[in-house]
Nanobody, 123 residues
Framework: QVQLVQSGGGLVQPGGSLRLSCAAS????????MGWYRQAPGKERELVAR???????NSADSVKGRFTVSRDNAKNTLYLQMNSLKPEDTAVYYC?????????????????WGQGTQVTVSS
């Protein structure tokens, strides 16, 4: 069993910063791509930024230059540093990881999601 537990988030004023974390645990052999997604009310979930196991990143145009995705492979943890936040960044943020893990004596690759965390940017 694999779990992704998120922390961080909250209420911040426009122009402020927040840092999200996402820690994976369980019978993990390795983690491939990890990413952050967000879903605003009435909108579809969208990719914010993702990072490969080797550190290659890509991000949505709307957050480039403001958000930075990173990971600590030794800790199986994903981060999202969000700077210069705008009201339109308000959403529930989710982490996602593609994990190679044990199920009994077998190996399985599957996508797992964090529980979601609210980010609200408002004055």
């Amino acid at each position: 069993q694999v779990q992704l537990v998120q922390s961080g988030g909250g209420l911040v004023q426009p122009g402020g910063s927040l840092r999200l974390s996402c820690a994976a645990s369980g019978s993990i052999l390795s983690i491939n791509v990890m990413g952050w997604y967000r879903q605003a009310p009435g909108k579809e979930r969208e990719l914010v930024a993702r990072i490969s196991s080797g550190g290659t990143t890509n991000s949505a145009d709307s957050v480039k230059g403001r958000f930075t995705v990173s990971r600590d492979n030794a800790k199986n943890t994903l981060y999202l540093q969000m700077n210069s936040l705008k009201p339109e960044d308000t959403a529930v943020y989710y982490c996602k990881a593609n994990v190679l893990h044990y199920v009994g004596s077998s190996l399985r690759t599957a996508d797992y999601w964090g529980q979601g965390t609210q980010v609200t940017v408002s004055s």
